[in-house]
């Protein structure tokens, strides 16, 4: 199985399975998870498959998912083995605006609560979890790089940030000695595709492997919701937060139900289900370091597992591209050829030779390990 192939993470050293195990469905309290059992089985099937790579954050089910996740870690005894990335900004304390956001003070609270429900002594991956509007990234970098140097985390990324904050996040870091940016982990599928004109390119060029979210947005590209005359049936978390304001869950347009039809053609002629097709063709997208798998049930765990053992031809993939292309909003459409063609004078500019930027390749460390670099 395809989990047990690993790449360095970013910038990093750091080795993880192409394939993380997203942990925001461990728990019940959001109404749309799996109980403790599940969980358990769930945890179970993604490790037992090679993977190594395990998501959570601090709030997710009102801090039930670190906790579980610390138990499963313990009770198998996996913590030397496992990545564990884990999240601070939202705030669990009514009335305390600095238990939450991206200042210091809130940083160095969230850790330790951190660390105590995942019975850690340290966080292999700190994410920021969204740009708070007002904290400097000169505060943030300084606050992470001392936890680095502290020993309670190993490795920083951003999470729904601006391009221009992570990547000036970056250069403070890189100017300044700090421990750099080593992921950016962000909503990316084939309906949602806004990525791609700021945060890839910078991620790709300055270090930051791709975390995705959402690659299913939501369980909508499973297929398993249709639309009808009245509304859309189909169960699930979607069904379950219909008419929530939240931006993930606004997923039934008209042109994501044109995406969803191309895909299931292309899902029959590979056949494949929906769900590992719409995977496959989002973890094979430059700058994707690793795609977050979430599931509530094991069958599609299972399912979803199974996403990266089949190549899908060329022209099927540039079909999946084609329907679910992003518009291009200003200044990004004078990158294109265009205006671009206007800037050298009639001569051709063909795009950089292939291997211009150093790309290191090892393979082979050890059995049935593979070990890839995932900077593209
Ligand atoms: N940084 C952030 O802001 C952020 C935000 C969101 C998520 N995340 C991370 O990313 C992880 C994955 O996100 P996500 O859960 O939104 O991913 P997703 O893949 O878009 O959605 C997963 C959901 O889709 C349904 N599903 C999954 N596989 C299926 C299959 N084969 N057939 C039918 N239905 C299927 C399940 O929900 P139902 O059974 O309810 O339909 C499952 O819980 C999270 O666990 C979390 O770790 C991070």
Redesign the pocket.
């Known amino acids: 199985m395809s989990l047990n192939k690993y790449y360095t993470l970013g910038n990093t050293g750091l080795r993880v399975s192409r394939l ?7 728990g019940m309290e959001w109404g ?3 109980d403790r059992d599940n969980a358990f089985k769930l945890f179970n099937t993604y490790v037992d498959a090679g993977g190594n790579f395990l ?3 601090d709030l ?1 089910t009102n801090g039930t ?1 670190e906790t579980w996740l610390g138990e499963f870690i313990k009770e198998r005894n996996l913590r030397d083995k496992m990545v564990v ?1 884990t ?1 601070f900004t939202f705030n669990g304390e009514a009335g305390n605006p600095n238990a939450g956001g991206n200042g210091r003070k809130n940083i160095l609270r969230a850790i330790e609560g951190s660390l105590k429900r995942l019975n850690t002594d340290y966080i292999d991956l700190y ?1 920021l ?2 740009w708070d509007g007002f904290t400097p990234p000169e505060e943030v970098m300084r606050t992470l790089d001392d936890l680095v140097r502290s020993g309670k985390v190993r490795h920083i990324g951003l ?2 940030v601006p391009g221009w904050y992570a990547s000036r996040a970056q250069t403070i870091a890189e100017f300044r000695g700090y421990e750099p940016i080593s992921a950016l ?3 990316y ?1 084939l309906v949602e595709r806004s990525i791609e004109h700021e945060l890839i390119p910078l991620g790709t060029r300055y270090g930051m492997g791709i ?14 919701y249709k639309p009808s005359e009245e509304w859309v049936s ?7 937060m219909k008419g929530t304001n939240n931006p ?1 869950f606004q997923k039934f347009t008209e042109r994501n139900w044109k995406i969803i039809s191309q895909l299931e053609v292309v899902a029959k002629k590979v056949d494949r ?4 097709v ?2 496959n063709w989002i973890a094979n997208k430059p700058g994707v370091a690793s ?7 094991i ?6 597992l199974k996403a990266l053992d089949f190549e899908l031809p060329e022209e099927l993939g540039w079909s999946l591209e084609e329907v679910s292309k992003p518009d291009i909003p200003y200044p990004y459409s004078f990158f294109q050829q265009s205006i671009q063609g206007m800037l050298y004078g009639g001569a051709t500019v063909g795009s950089k030779p292939s291997g211009y930027f150093p790309m290191i390749e090892t393979s082979g460390s050890g059995a049935g390990v593979n070990v890839d670099d995932n900077q593209k």
């Open positions: 993380a195990l997203g942990t925001m469905t461990f749309w998870g799996a998501d959570t954050a997710y998912s990335a999240k994410i979890h969204v999470s729904n982990q962000l909503e599928s975390m995705v979210w959402s690659p299913l947005a939501s369980g909508l590209l499973s297929g398993k189909g169960e699930g978390r979607l069904a379950a993930a289900s929906m769900a590992q719409a995977l795609v977050i798998v979430g599931a509530t049930k069958h599609q765990l299972e399912d979803n």
